[in-house]
């Protein structure tokens, strides 16, 4: 009878400490929020972005492609000869630049988050086959993994570009389907490691299916680790699709792209600075934001890859 | 002498797939015949052209066919050039080597410094400024780096050359451009090996000595992490050559990546191919010697 009691007060006590422990982890998590200055910044400034892509035609000032003749390359408002009609200036052909960065922001988070989804959903079944099985999928999917890894993912981009030809569908294709290898990689390794794990061990010997076993046990642990991935990826899929738009290869006129306004400005460097300054700060801040926002995610889901 | 022959045998399967996903998306996604000639052929053109490439063959006779023309060398013709494609790629190799090497000589003087110093001063304010620095050359676009440097050095200041090869000059924006996107990624990982070394026990005995710090730091902290980053140097030779690509095209750089460029837009496919294939085998091979680098600085890894 005594030992009964005692037992009852330990398995109180675990109790008691596992509530604990979810307090205080939620509130390590509005601490490290608040601590985080570039967190907080990198939060701001993608809910700032994404606003922006959302209420696009509402808040530019003018049609992103509507011309004007008599306002080219007219110089940003505190410039000398700026027009307070167009904040930022005008391009070549007198369409204002500000409303442009503002509609291109659409092209720049709609590629940056499908590809990344498309990348991230191959990687994750693969990883998770290569990873789970073993054997003979795992040796053709990690030699795959090497071939796409020997050749630089731009290239790969390019050949898909030459043969089927530039779209804002293709690009997206492209983007997806040559950085699938980083999750997959990251996905085989995690779930290589759970897998041995006694949880998983006793899960199997009671009975449960391999679908369960993946989706109960494996992919819970891989979760975090893959969003905090996806994350910094939308960062170097903005950056890519920038370059395949400069390059003529990415987003094609009419549309709206940064990497195509870069390309234009490049022409009138000479003579019209802003042109090519603006859309290149445009990029720089929106993937400033997003590495803010993904190294903060790291640090509250998945506090063991953190970096010094 | 037998990690050496291993992973020649490895460097193998992984070229087989490349030659495979090249030969997929080339011949499968799309027509071929349309893609090698100019678009003014005519029909008759087309059809002779379609027999003579044995298209009207199985698919898998067509890839053996298209595996032995690799292995001679053969990628076809440039219907833009008159030239053999594998040709017109070496030709321009040299360049693109120059570049390359100018960058990672960039890379690693801006590097190797701005990484230890941070790792000494950890944390401190200098620290900040670097680390930020370093991310801040992530996030901006390599091309964009490129023209901003234009704008600045050639535009207003009219110190450099805008584009273009020749003298000394013309190596400083494109090098500069190239070695900053290389060094962002290199200093935050030269300062983590660096941490993590002078982290060891080796190095509080050798401080517990009395030794300068300076001592310390070179001999036995950067020896050490040294290690690593040769091999780091050595990955980022995909990125290096990926970047060429970019920079090559905003310099005016007569090297691979622009002659790759005017070919994916031009759909020329043989120099597409050819320009792959070397570049694949480029990367591979200084992975290769990346292992063996490690393994002469390093003699305690073992392989199986």
Redesign the interface.
């Known amino acids: 009878m005594r030992m009964f009691s005692r037992i009852e007060v330990k398995k109180e006590l675990t109790l008691e400490e596992t509530k604990t422990d979810k307090k205080a982890y939620s509130l390590k998590w509005l601490k490290v929020l608040l601590n985080s200055k570039t967190g907080t910044l990198g939060l701001i400034i993608v809910v700032f972005m994404v606003l922006m892509a959302i209420l696009a035609n509402v808040i530019a000032p003018h049609d992103p492609a509507q011309t004007d003749v008599v306002n080219r390359l007219v110089p940003p408002v505190w410039a000398e000869g700026g027009n307070p009609d167009y904040i930022l200036g005008t391009d070549n052909l007198g369409r204002d630049i500000l409303s442009r960065i503002i509609v291109g922001s659409r092209v720049s988070l709609l590629v940056g988050i499908s590809a990344v989804f498309l990348a991230g959903a191959i990687g994750l079944v693969l990883g998770l086959i290569s990873g789970y099985y073993g054997g003979f999928f795992d040796r053709v999917i990690m030699?795959?993994v090497?071939?796409f890894?020997?050749?630089?993912?731009?290239?790969?981009m390019?050949?898909?570009?030459?043969?089927?030809g530039p779209s804002l569908m293709t690009l997206i294709f492209v983007l997806g389907a040559t950085t699938w290898v980083m999750y997959a990689r990251m996905v085989r390794g995690e779930t290589l490691s759970i897998k041995e794990r006694d949880y998983v061990r006793s899960a199997r010997a009671v009975g449960a299916k391999d679908i369960r076993i993946i989706s109960r046990y494996i992919l819970p642990n891989i979760i975090s680790s893959f969003i905090v991935i996806a994350t910094l990826n939308v960062?170097t899929t903005i950056?890519l699709e920038?370059?395949l738009s400069?390059?003529?290869?990415g987003i094609q006129p009419p549309d709206v792209s940064w990497?195509l306004m870069?390309s234009d400005?490049?022409e009138y460097?000479?003579t019209s600075?802003w042109v090519?300054?603006f859309?290149?700060v445009a990029?720089?801040i929106t993937?400033?934001g997003i590495?803010f926002l993904g190294d903060w995610l790291r640090d509250v889901l998945d506090p063991k890859t953190k970096?010094? | 002498m037998k990690f050496l022959i291993k992973n020649i045998l490895r460097i193998i399967p992984v070229l087989f797939i490349i030659s495979l996903i090249v030969f997929l998306l080339v011949r499968v996604t799309g027509d071929p015949v349309s893609l090698m000639l100019p678009e003014t052929a005519t029909d008759a053109e087309r059809a002779q052209l379609r027999e003579s490439l044995g298209l009207n063959d199985p698919l898998y006779i067509q890839y053996f066919t298209y595996l032995g023309d690799l292995i001679t060398g053969d990628f076809g013709e440039s219907f833009r050039y008159n030239q053999p494609a594998l040709g017109l790629v070496l030709e321009r190799l040299p360049a693109s080597f120059g570049l390359a090497f100018a960058s990672m000589l960039v890379a690693t003087l801006i590097s190797i410094p701005l990484g230890i110093l941070s790792a000494i001063k950890r944390n401190s304010f200098i620290d900040l400024f670097i680390t930020g620095g370093a991310v801040l050359g992530k996030a901006m676009p390599n091309f964009w780096l490129g023209i901003m440097l234009i704008l600045l050095f050639s535009v207003q200041l009219n110190i450099f050359p805008v584009s273009g090869t020749g003298s000394l000059m013309h190596f400083v924006l494109p090098a500069i451009t190239l070695g900053t996107a290389i060094a962002a990624e290199m200093t935050r990982l030269i300062r983590s090996s660096m941490l993590e070394i002078l982290g060891q026990e080796y190095i509080r005995t050798a401080r517990s000595k009395g030794l300068l710090e300076a001592v310390v730091v070179n001999k036995h902290g950067f020896r050490n992490a040294l290690i690593p980053v040769v091999t780091i140097m050595a990955l980022q030779t995909a990125t290096l050559i990926g970047g060429t690509l970019i920079t090559e095209t905003v310099f005016s750089w007569p090297g691979m990546g622009q002659l790759l460029i005017q070919a994916v837009n031009l759909r020329d496919m043989a120099v597409v191919q050819a320009a792959t294939f070397i570049i694949a085998l480029l990367v591979i091979i200084s992975n290769l010697l990346a292992d063996l680098a490690y393994r002469y600085l390093d003699p305690r890894i073992k392989y199986d």
């Open positions: 030699r795959t090497d071939a890894l020997a050749i630089p993912n731009i290239l790969f390019l050949i898909v570009l030459a043969v089927i960062a950056i920038s370059s400069f390059l003529g290869l990497g870069l400005g490049r460097l000479a600075w090519a300054t859309p290149g990029i720089t993937v400033l590495i970096t010094n």
